[in-house]
């Protein structure tokens, strides 16, 4: 077996997110929705549900009822986050973005459509290798950051 390790090239970052798919869904199957930041947070002694732009504009915001800011509950862990109510991601930005808000920065959008995953530590331009095997794609990845391993390789 011929295996050898190439620079494909460079892909930019603005969102702090990359999306993979096949191009012919692009046209067909993408969805033109709002982008919906829902971050909902429930309380613990009071079981209040605070939803960021709804109950607080910011998270250093002092919410009255708590003489808090959100920040500082998150921190004394007064408060924990809500799950995202969609379970199904939609093939679109704001289903990129719910979807890179878990715990793990990734999922799969509209049941295989694409995948997506957030970009280590946001916005860049990034290398983007391939292995060719015998004369074919195997595998792709993206670099986001280097880790004291790499230094050794």
Known sequence: MNSKTILVGHVGVDSGQILICDPCYIDSSWKKEDFADIRRYR?????????????????????KIYDKTMNQMIKDTEVYELPTPAAKHAFSYNGCCIATSNKNGCAELDNGTAVVTSSGYGDGYYPVYAEIVDG????????????EEDEFR
Do not use: A, M, P, S
Request: no cysteine; proline share 0%.
């Open 43 to 63: 309380h613990q002694g009071t079981g209040d549900v605070l939803e960021y732009r709804k109950d607080f504009q910011n998270f250093e915001e002092r919410l």
């Open 136 to 147: 074919r794609v195997r595998k792709i990845w993206v670099d986001f950051f280097q880790t």
